[in-house]
């Protein structure tokens, strides 16, 4: 079997991040959320991959090449979206990889998801004797989902788009589109003449083709805001056992670590510094003197963490610099971001602050610090409220205090 992979989006929700990072490829843990999806496939014997891309291209063509010379035993292609519009034009623009009747595996390039759900998809789509099977997920929030619709039998009836919103109230769940499907060849023509992937498949359920629902009850998340990336950096830190270091690390007699931990390649861990897992240190990062790092906490390669700076749950992609007595909380910084000497980013949602607390794709928040663009520049002594948000190559003066927009 084949596999399509969509990583074509803007991720228009995703900004500031997105502005110069594809969310396919965010890191977590060193990987990227394509390599992982790749490498779910791979173990699933799917060996043959085209991955369709367009906002910033030539990064993920990159990162393709990349995992393709690590993993040499794959077939893995870049596909062009060009000009085509949307889901349905990521689709078609794969159109001549696949024979006529060819049965593929289709997944959205912007879950983070445990191999079981793909496992679980193929195993459904087997058992039922279905042309074809739909993941999903129970959620209250649908916006930017698409819901489908199950009879007694466990076989869709349909399929609801949901693209710029949703009239009911999200107040129950909804058996929602998790973002892999089973396909047959069939669905290129249907979505030619559809221009809606969830129409199309209401097409051919039309002409008689059975869609099988498969349904999966354990973590999801689709990566739509910089907010589910703190929920996906949870769960996949969470799947850390032990204290995994690196033979190359440099860590003092005087730090303590308390797992689970992973320490990649390179790092350097000065005296006094704690480490209290789960977290993961990339490759070649620095933590100062009587640094905290705290749980929940994922620093990427080439961090410097200055002396007795304090982080907890919060992700930082590479090469950022983090300057001494700061405090970093509940927050996301994109890539090569610059935080000076004594900066603080208030993280608790209070009525104190004019920051209740808020729901968010269903899921409810008491804690969020600052979502801060790559290259960003935050100056010393600067206060950011809680949700604020700091665009790419930004700076914040000295001494400023920052509220939510």
Not at 6 to 11: D, S, T
Not at 28 to 33: A, C, I, S
Request: include cysteine; charge should be negative.
């Amino acid at each position: 079997m084949k596999a399509l992979i969509l990583a074509g989006g803007p991720g228009s929700q995703m900004k500031p991040l997105s502005n110069d990072i594809p969310t396919s490829l965010l890191k977590f843990q060193g990987k990227t959320v394509l390599e992982r999806l790749i490498e779910h496939l791979k173990t699933l014997s799917i060996n043959e991959l085209y991955v369709v891309c367009s906002h910033l291209e030539d990064q993920v063509r990159k990162e393709i090449i990349r995992i393709r010379k690590k993993h040499d035993d794959i077939s893995l292609q870049a596909i062009s979206q060009g000009k085509r519009k949307g889901v349905a034009g990521a689709i078609l623009a794969a159109e001549s990889a696949f024979q006529d009747d060819e049965t593929f595996i289709l997944c959205y390039g912007d879950i983070i998801a445990p191999l079981d759900l793909y496992m679980h998809l193929l195993n459904s789509w087997t058992n039922s004797g279905a042309d074809g099977a739909v993941a999903i997920t129970l959620r209250e929030d649908v916006r930017q989902l698409g819901i489908a619709n199950v009879d007694h039998r466990g076989m869709i009836r349909n399929v609801i788009d949901v693209v710029k919103g949703f009239d009911e109230e999200p107040s129950v769940e909804h058996q929602v589109v998790a973002g892999a499907f089973i396909l047959t060849s069939d669905i290129f023509r249907a979505i030619d003449e559809k221009k809606s992937l969830g129409l199309a498949i209401n097409q051919l359920i039309l002409e008689k083709r059975y869609f099988c629902g498969a349904r999966w009850d354990e973590f999801w998340v689709d990566l739509g805001t910089p907010w589910d990336v703190l929920v996906a950096n949870q769960y996949l830190l969470r799947q850390i056992k032990g204290i995994n270091m690196d033979s190359s690390a440099d860590v003092a007699h005087s730090a303590t670590l308390k797992g689970p931990i992973i320490i990649d390649q390179g790092v350097t861990i000065e005296q006094g510094a704690t480490i209290k897992g789960p977290c993961y240190i990339g490759t070649n990062s620095y933590i100062g003197t009587n640094s905290l790092i705290r749980e929940f906490t994922n620093i990427e390669n080439d961090n410097v963490i200055g002396f007795s700076v304090e982080i907890k749950n919060s992700i930082l992609q590479e090469g950022g610099s983090i300057g001494r007595l700061s405090f970093i909380g509940d927050s996301v910084l994109g890539k090569e971001v610059t935080v000076d000497s004594n900066v603080t980013f208030l993280n608790y949602l209070s009525k104190y602050l004019d920051v209740p607390i808020v729901k968010i794709r269903g899921q409810e928040f008491t804690k969020l610090g600052a979502v801060i663009g790559s290259r960003g520049h935050v100056s010393a002594n600067v206060v950011l409220y809680p949700q604020t948000i700091i665009d790419s190559d930004k700076e914040i003066p000295p001494g400023s205090i920052v509220k939510k927009d």
